[in-house]
């Protein structure tokens, strides 16, 4: 998975023909980092209608899930919030409020995995390249739980995404079903303004994504390599942290992220080199423009 003026090579090391494979999963790069960085501020103030802003985050993490390969990544991280009655748009994702309720919400999910030069992995040397690959589907959020002021909410999520790759001729290459419960804290600590944001939970996916990561066709197996057909069903489990602060004119966000193969239906695959990984990133975007009408929000 994933200028300097270097004839052949970036300062990360990276091939330039790497490179820019790695570009052009960048809008969905910074989407996705956006949105894992979002924990929730729940206090009730008037907020812009909406505000954007833009800035830079950098990334270390596998190449797949799975690899003992790493990319590290710097990419432009927009910043926009939209807080409308009915549909809002802010480090959370897109959300609209489809039913008379406080406690049920329909939201977008979104994911990615990033382009591999097999080249460059050591697991898939010999084999296809990974194509750059956005993951988007519908969420059903259910709030089970909230503090008093509203300030630590305990939400189920039960997001299903549709993996398609990013090429000139874009591939749906399978289903992600990812059910998770998720806390937000507000002022964690007694830091006002510093949000907290804890999700856990199993990962399922269908055969077709699967095997598109993990099997490996008889005319692609060697001695150290062994043809392998993925099937669906369980795909590990994950668990992630992230912190987020609004400051005037500025917003700060960083995330870590656990991953664990354990007990995944491909767990025997030749091209999983480690059981579990982690992934980590932080984010800091200059907000620069924002709406004359002012609105109630609890964000």
């Not at 790497?18 to 980092?33: E, Q, S, T």
């Not at 897109?94 to 995995?113: A, M, P, Q, T, Y």
């Not at 620069?288 to 929000?297: D, H, L, M």
Request: hydrophobic fraction near 40%; glycine fraction near 8%.
């Amino acid at each position: 998975m994933r200028t300097g003026h270097c004839a052949s090579r970036s300062r990360h090391g990276f091939p330039e023909t790497r490179l820019r494979k790695h570009y052009r999963a960048l809008p969905a790069i910074a989407v996705a980092f956006a949105t894992a960085c979002g924990a929730q501020d729940f206090d009730a103030i008037e907020r812009p209608l909406w505000e954007v802003g833009l800035g830079v985050g950098g990334i270390t993490l596998p190449h797949y899930r799975g690899s003992d390969a790493r990319a590290n990544l710097l990419f432009p991280v927009p910043y926009f919030v939209y807080r409308g009655e009915h549909l809002r748009a802010d480090r959370n994702g897109v959300r609209g409020k489809l039913f008379d309720s406080d406690r049920i919400e329909i939201n977008v999910s979104l994911g990615l995995s990033l382009p591999v030069e097999s080249s460059e992995d050591a697991a898939r040397r010999g084999m296809p390249d990974l194509k750059p690959a956005v993951e988007i589907g519908p969420s059903l959020a259910l709030t089970l739980w909230r503090s008093a002021q509203d300030r630590t909410r305990l939400d189920l999520r039960l997001p299903i995404r549709l993996a398609v790759t990013v090429e000139s001729s874009p591939k749906a290459i399978g289903w992600i079903f990812s059910p998770h419960l998720n806390l937000d804290v507000a002022n964690v600590g007694g830091l006002p303004g510093w949000n907290l944001g804890l999700m856990a939970g199993p990962l399922f996916s269908t055969a077709r994504y699967n095997q598109y990561f993990y099997s490996v066709e008889e005319q692609f197996a060697t001695a150290a390599r062994p043809a392998y057909i993925a099937q669906a069903g369980y795909s590990g489990s994950m668990a992630l942290a992230s912190l987020s602060r609004r400051f005037r004119h500025v917003w700060f966000g960083a995330f870590v992220r656990y991953d664990r193969l354990d007990g995944a239906r491909f767990e025997s695959s030749p091209l999983v080199r480690q059981k579990d990984a982690l992934a980590a990133g932080l984010a800091l975007s200059w907000i620069f423009g924002q709406s004359s009408t002012y609105v109630p929000s609890r964000e």
